[in-house]
């Protein structure tokens, strides 16, 4: 106890002798404080600043991604998957892998932004430092940030200049640098930084300064985008002064010293670099003339399919391989100028060679691709899609439906035999259809009466009268069944079994659903959807290559074989000198196609196919801000458009340059019910010039029967003269029918011209003068509404 107290004494006496000694001093030399207080307030602030650093790196998360820096454009391409459509996105960039960056690339940009990237913790604080102080020092504003704070600033934060975000900055990459390995940054920094030339990223970036790939980039082309990071526009030697070029090319220099210093680079290597100057800047790939309609059809096909949806494909960053050929895109875009712009004349007539539009596809029949459509003249200036709508009638277009859904049916004719091609029908004008839901007596073209003939001449003439009886006669539940097994989608208006109209074409599918259609009969009954997209696939911000699944691509059996075709043997003939397709026999190739011609004539379209490719082309007005449908009544001169002008020329000249330099190839069919009468031989090249004789005019209005009755011609008819058909071997049977085959129609004069009447030799259609005023415009939709062929 008393040395305790000793020891206490003493303590206190000398805390006396320091106080008194302080006392002593100088007031200011009393103010300073004592080396125990300046020490024990350094270590206050030190432990502090740790604890306040320490709880900041954990209450400061890493955010997601600012919309920018996730932002992409799609690309689209050619079914070559090099040439590119379009592309599209506010942002012009596409994330690539770091496989996918060249090692050169990768160390140039490490040379050029931070040679302590990869061994530095995602902050440099003597590059922190030492820029400060160049800063204070009058060396120019440095920022002193690692790849990593650069990564972080482009891809979570924003470029504001503010202490907040800096400090942000500095904690995100501490984490960031845990969190991911270097590669993933280096990557992440190459797809989010902006090299000038509105490139976003290395890949828009290669193909902005230098038209290739990442992948294809050398090592002096490497290091001249690496140098562009720190001035993007100033450095961009195509457009900078002087003064700035000169500044480029020693950032550029700095950038390879660098890498020999590093180790990346051999000094022979490195004195062999020239440098590399890039390309003219060229103007953004955008979806003028006709790259805005293929990227509509792309789009629709990917959605519609259910490929991906509609936010995840405008999300971006998606490449996109189409199935378009070039070459055929481009020849359709000259058919029709060729055929049709080049004909109107806006000035001379205002009312008539105005707002007339082309829709119109080409489909593969063996698998359903797509290689081009005509949607407009430019996507720029008329952004609707005519590829794609569903508002035009098809008109004549739909009997090879009917005739293709009659032989097939099982059903009888009217004299208790199966329906077949050489079936005859009344073709008397305005004949009431009997048996259908509702009242229907169509005009033919011109009022013309044809008599007793054939399904197959009717279908070559393009007979009303026939074909809505014999749609009747197939059953018109029937008829809309054939129609959507064939591609006609079963919701466009017009195609209602309760309407006796159907039959005629008042259905609006799409130039697209048409091509589709017709492939299948092409392709002997066997249906694709048509689909347009070959590949799809985007890299992540993760660096992964997202690749969705495609929809398989399977054929369904629309027609039997037979049936289709018969159907295909029938339309040969209306490409032949006597139909209504013979404008088409300039192709010179075995083609089989149908004409169409809508009431009114609001609308006229052609349809047709060879082997190898089934394409359609519509044609038609309307108002350019109401959209109602106006006649081409007068359209380029002429009186009245017919489907057998401007669509099948168009049609002809696209397909000429399409299988321009392809092997001739015959149709190889297989036809039956019937069929045994063709104008052509079935593997024969094309239809025989020979003119037939055609049914005359049996009767005028005034003295037609008013109730003729629905029968086929008797079963005892005069003898047949010779005809252009030579008989083929009886056709197989179909299940559960007896095949008889009907005589040939009797030889008739030659009738007055037809509403589809085969084009003069010229080229160009006589302009004729119309009987009667052009009827006012009917809404296309409307299916009570009877087209004419």
């Known amino acids: 106890m008393t040395m305790r107290a000793d020891h206490s004494t003493r303590r206190r006496a000398k805390r006396a002798a320091r106080r008194q000694a302080r006392r002593a001093l100088p007031l200011w030399r009393r103010l300073l404080p004592t080396w125990r207080v300046t020490l024990g307030a350094l270590t206050a602030v030190l432990l502090l600043a740790v604890g306040s650093f320490a709880v900041l790196y954990l209450i400061v998360p890493v955010p997601d991604a600012n919309a920018h820096a996730v932002?992409?454009?799609?690309?689209?391409l050619y079914s070559d998957g090099t040439t590119e459509i379009a592309r599209t996105g506010a942002v012009n960039?596409?994330?690539?892998?770091?496989?996918?960056?060249?090692?050169?690339?990768?160390?140039?940009?490490?040379?050029?932004?931070d040679r302590t990237f990869y061994r530095n913790r995602g902050i440099d604080l003597k590059g922190m430092v030492r820029a400060g102080w160049n800063t204070l020092t009058g060396k120019g504003m440095q920022g002193g940030s690692t790849i990593t704070q650069q990564y972080v600033k482009n891809y979570y934060l924003t470029q504001s200049q503010t202490i907040e975000r800096k400090g942000r900055e500095l904690f995100i990459a501490l984490k960031v640098d845990q969190q991911r390995d270097k590669n993933q940054i280096l990557a992440g920094y190459l797809n989010s930084s902006y090299f000038g030339r509105n490139a976003y990223g290395i890949?828009?970036?290669a193909h902005a300064y230098y038209g290739v790939d990442t992948s294809e980039l050398t090592l002096a082309q490497g290091a001249y985008?690496?140098?562009?990071?720190?001035?993007?526009?100033?450095?961009?030697?195509?457009?900078?002064?002087?003064?700035?070029?000169?500044?480029?090319?020693?950032?550029?220099?700095?950038?390879?010293?660098?890498?020999?210093?590093?180790?990346?680079?051999q000094p022979a290597d490195r004195a062999a670099q020239t440098f590399p100057d890039p390309i003219d800047p060229q103007p953004a790939t955008g979806l003028g003339g006709q790259a805005g309609y293929l990227v509509g059809v792309a789009d629709d096909y990917l959605v519609s399919s259910g490929t991906i949806d509609t936010a995840t494909l405008k999300a971006g960053?998606?490449?996109?391989?189409t199935t378009f050929d070039k070459d055929r895109?481009?020849?359709?875009?000259?058919?029709?100028?060729?055929?049709?712009?080049?004909?109107?004349?806006?000035?001379?007539?205002?009312?008539?060679?105005?707002?007339?539009?082309?829709?119109?596809?080409?489909?593969?029949?063996?698998?359903?691709?797509?290689?081009?459509?005509?949607g407009g003249p430019d996507y720029a200036k008329q952004p609707y899609n005519d590829a794609l709508r569903q508002?035009?009638?098809?008109?004549?277009?739909?009997?090879?439906?009917?005739?293709?859904?009659?032989?097939?049916?099982?059903?009888?004719?009217?004299?208790?035999?199966?329906?077949?091609?050489?079936?005859?029908?009344?073709?008397?004008?305005?004949r009431p259809v009997t048996g259908g839901p509702t009242p229907y007596a169509p005009p033919n073209e011109d009022d013309i009466d044809y008599g007793d003939i054939t399904l197959r001449h009717a279908m070559v003439?393009?007979?009303?009268?026939?074909?809505?009886?014999?749609?009747?006669d197939a059953g018109l539940a029937h008829v809309r069944e054939t129609a959507i097994r064939l591609g006609i989608p079963d919701n466009v208006p017009g195609m209602d079994p309760a309407n006796s109209s159907m039959t005629l074409g008042t259905a609006t599918p799409s130039a697209l659903n048409l091509a589709g259609a017709y492939a299948a009969f092409a392709n002997h009954g066997e249906a694709y959807t048509p689909w347009s997209v070959l590949t799809l696939e985007r890299t992540t911000s993760g660096g992964s290559v997202d690749v969705p699944k495609m929809p398989a691509h399977v054929a369904t059996t629309a027609l039997d074989r037979g049936t289709a075709d018969a159907v295909t043997d029938v339309l040969r003939d209306v490409i032949s000198p006597r139909g209504t397709g013979a404008a088409a026999l300039d192709l010179d190739r075995p083609a089989a196609g149908k004409t169409g011609t809508t009431d009114s004539n609001l609308s006229a379209w052609f349809a047709g196919f060879t082997p190898e490719l089934a394409t359609t082309v519509g044609m038609f007005r309307e108002h350019p801000k109401t959209h109602a449908k106006e006649p081409l009544t007068g359209t380029a001169g002429l009186t009245r458009i017919n489907g057998g002008a401007f669509p099948t020329e168009i049609w002809t000249a696209y397909m000429a340059d399409a299988l321009d330099g392809t092997e001739v190839r015959q149709f190889d069919l297989q036809p039956s019910r019937g069929t045994g009468q063709s104008a052509t031989p079935t593997a024969g090249a094309s239809p025989s010039p020979s003119p037939t004789p055609s049914p005359s005019a049996t009767a005028t209005a005034a003295t037609r029967p008013s109730a003729p009755a629905n029968t086929p011609a008797p079963t005892t008819e005069p003898p047949a003269a010779p005809t252009e058909h030579t008989p083929d071997p009886e056709p197989p049977t179909a299940p559960g029918f007896t095949f008889t085959p009907a005589p040939a129609e009797p030889p008739k004069p030659t009738p007055t011209p037809t509403r589809e009447p085969a084009p003069s030799p010229t080229p160009r259609p006589t302009p004729t003068r119309p009987t009667n005023p052009p009827s006012p415009p009917a809404p296309a939709t409307t299916a009570a509404t009877p087209p004419t062929p």
Do not use: C
Not at 71 to 76: L, S
Not at 461 to 472: F, I, L, R, W
């Open 225 to 265: 985008l690496a140098a562009l990071l720190q001035a993007p526009s100033a450095y961009d030697v195509k457009t900078a002064t002087p003064a700035n070029r000169e500044k480029a090319v020693a950032r550029w220099n700095y950038t390879l010293d660098g890498m020999v210093q590093l180790g990346f680079l």
């Open 71 to 76: 932002a992409q454009n799609n690309i689209y």
């Open 93 to 113: 960039r596409t994330d690539v892998t770091i496989a996918q960056i060249p090692l050169d690339t990768q160390h140039a940009v490490v040379s050029a932004e």
């Open 461 to 472: 003439k393009s007979v009303n009268s026939v074909y809505a009886q014999e749609g009747v």
């Open 329 to 374: 895109q481009d020849a359709f875009a000259h058919a029709v100028q060729q055929e049709l712009t080049d004909e109107l004349d806006p000035k001379a007539r205002p009312t008539t060679d105005t707002d007339v539009r082309v829709a119109g596809a080409s489909v593969e029949p063996s698998t359903g691709r797509v290689v081009a459509v005509y």
């Open 203 to 205: 890949q828009s970036a």
């Open 391 to 430: 508002d035009n009638q098809i008109g004549s277009t739909f009997k090879p439906i009917d005739l293709a859904a009659g032989l097939n049916s099982g059903r009888s004719s009217g004299d208790g035999r199966p329906i077949t091609t050489e079936t005859r029908y009344d073709g008397t004008s305005e």
């Open 317 to 321: 960053g998606w490449r996109i391989t």
